[in-house]
DNA sequence: TTGTAAGCGTTATCAC
DNA sequence: GTGATAACGCTTACAA
């Protein structure tokens, strides 16, 4: 047990009083430096800057969002319900994105858990001026429940919502397209039985995939009976994999919904002792870390999940500051080709 | 360049003041019962607390940090060089410890990117009262970057830090302790060639759980240089597997430092056509969502993440508030017997 | 262009 | 116990 550092007494910060004195201009003048307002003395500036410089000045945010009646902070809401989410390389990208756009803003990002267990909390949080705006990552329909808040506070999704999406803001990629064309990938090459893991029926990104999949196989002329569904977990993609083999029926390719199942995928194959991709050729998408990881790697759609964060956060800024923004932002996929198809 | 456009609908927010006006008392009666004042005539505060429902106030977390002199958030830091990190399962489960944790409290939880092109801005960040303590996840050394701002700020850090460990705080588990009785499951039930795949060896985890092995190998006579290492990630365990399988000798056997790496070994020997754990066992570390993901279920060291999560936020809170706090916290593992060894 | 001064919504120090 | 009233550090009309 030893003592604590004393919380009761903070170091010396600097306030843009200490600033101006030293500077011998008005308190006004330096929060206009600050703010590099354009009416100011170059000459006045320049001794205000150095003595910013000399007192290692740092505004204080709680009197800023006091004065200005904006908290400059946007909260990242995480589903609590499914902790797997957190640990989704998917989330991971998108928080990074997120958080690296942020990092060149005035805005603070901050997290919260939205507890199931008292949603007035995270609503009281959220609603109650201590944020200037939301963002929404999750896979999961449920976790949409925020939706109405976005009559009240700007919001950004990470992918179109499952309901309310015509008045939403979200940003995404066009699944639909993208699995169309990584499936082209292996109907083109000759394969003639190829089946899909499916993400969840209830999830945009599981839809749309599926769907894209299916343009692609019927087209090709193949069946498009072969589908199973996973929750875009490895564990899951490993299961759906058993399953499709235990059909007994032939299949020389498959889709993955995402690269996690895809991984899975590998270990239900390799497992069985077939080879990959001589005997069944395997494509996934998000081309994530798992997509390097496995042996041989995996070809896959390139999901630009980093651009995404980004992107969410800066139309998230831009309806905070008024300025009009889209609805609906899409970006461009591409196909990732490696070793398993 | 005007921004006249007002994003969303501001909704009115009801102050302070505006209670204390439906509940006819003063502001300063109504803070009281806010902060739950221990005097405070009970029906009084029973008006004032129906007029905060009726009102749905919310306090302004601004002027409250102002008025206080405390910015009641606490920042995680994360490494941006890393950008793995955070898709490692690991830190997602810290995080959600610490969020969880922060939930109840009356702290909110910041993020922010240790961008190593600034390091000044993230300093001046820290150090500028916006933060009354900080929090430090990485398994990465490096990343101990910040250890000096512990004589500043209130600091925690997940796992020992390496350098500097007298004068922190951290919470960790004993990691050598419990690789020694995971490997002692090796050993005790016959096997003869056991080998490591260890994690860095400039990180205190990587460290000791290799120390760990190795006197547990020692002491049941058998050899101590079956040692790869790898990074923690799932590609590295893959690898560094196969440079075991590779070397020609015996091998029945292997303790993966992290489960991460253990699925990575998992690929590298059915790859081969090897069983697990017919040919080989393996057991792994932290009992993480790979854990089960694999087929056969690892046998691994149960870790505790997010309750550590939960303690180093636990203890952050502790020090801000003056509370003493232990520097060291060892938090107990427990061994999970699985079905790979 | 620069300064004065009035807030921003709370908490805290006093008297009463 | 309760209520004025002065901070808290910054922004921003409004003057000068």
Request: hydrophobic share 40%; net charge negative; no cysteine.
């Amino acid at each position: 047990m030893t003592t604590t550092q004393d919380a009761g007494a903070p170091r010396p910060v600097a306030t843009l009083e200490m600033v101006a004195a030293l500077a011998g201009v008005s308190r006004a003048t330096v929060s206009r430096v600050v703010n590099d307002s354009p009416s100011v003395d170059p000459e006045l500036a320049l001794s205000v800057k150095k003595a910013i410089l000399a007192l290692d000045y740092t505004p204080n945010r709680a009197a800023r969002s006091l004065a200005k009646r904006r908290a400059q902070a946007v909260t990242l809401i995480v589903p609590e319900s499914t902790s797997k989410v957190f640990a989704d390389p998917f989330f991971a990208s998108v928080v990074q994105g997120i958080a690296l756009f942020l990092t060149d803003t005035e805005y603070t990002l901050n997290m919260v858990i939205s507890s199931e267990s008292k949603p007035e909390k995270t609503r009281s949080f959220l609603l109650g001026g201590n944020v200037d705006g939301v963002l929404v990552v999750s896979h999961h329909s449920s976790d949409h429940s925020w939706t109405h808040l976005s009559g009240s506070l700007p919001m950004v999704f990470a992918g179109r919502p499952l309901v309310g999406s015509r008045e939403s803001y979200y940003v995404e990629v066009d699944n639909e397209r993208a699995a169309y064309s990584v499936t082209r990938q292996l109907t083109d090459s000759g394969r003639r039985h190829v089946a899909t893991i499916a993400g969840p029926q209830d999830m945009p990104p599981g839809i749309d995939r599926l769907a894209g999949w299916r343009t692609a196989v019927v087209e090709a002329g193949l069946s498009d009976g072969l589908v199973e569904v996973g929750d875009f977990t490895l564990a899951s993609g490993a299961r759906a994999m058993h399953r499709l083999l235990d059909r007994g029926t032939p299949l020389d390719a498959v889709f993955a919904g995402n690269d996690q199942m895809a991984a899975g995928a590998y270990t239900a194959i390799q497992g069985r002792g077939l080879r990959i991709p001589e005997d069944i050729a395997v494509v996934g998408f998000d081309d994530d870390s798992f997509a390097t990881s496995v042996t041989p790697a995996l070809t896959t759609v390139h999901h630009p999940i980093i651009e995404l964060g980004k992107k969410m956060a800066e139309i998230l800024v831009d309806l905070i500051e008024g300025r009009p923004a889209q609805r609906a932002t899409m970006l461009p996929t591409s196909l990732v080709i490696r070793d398993s198809a």
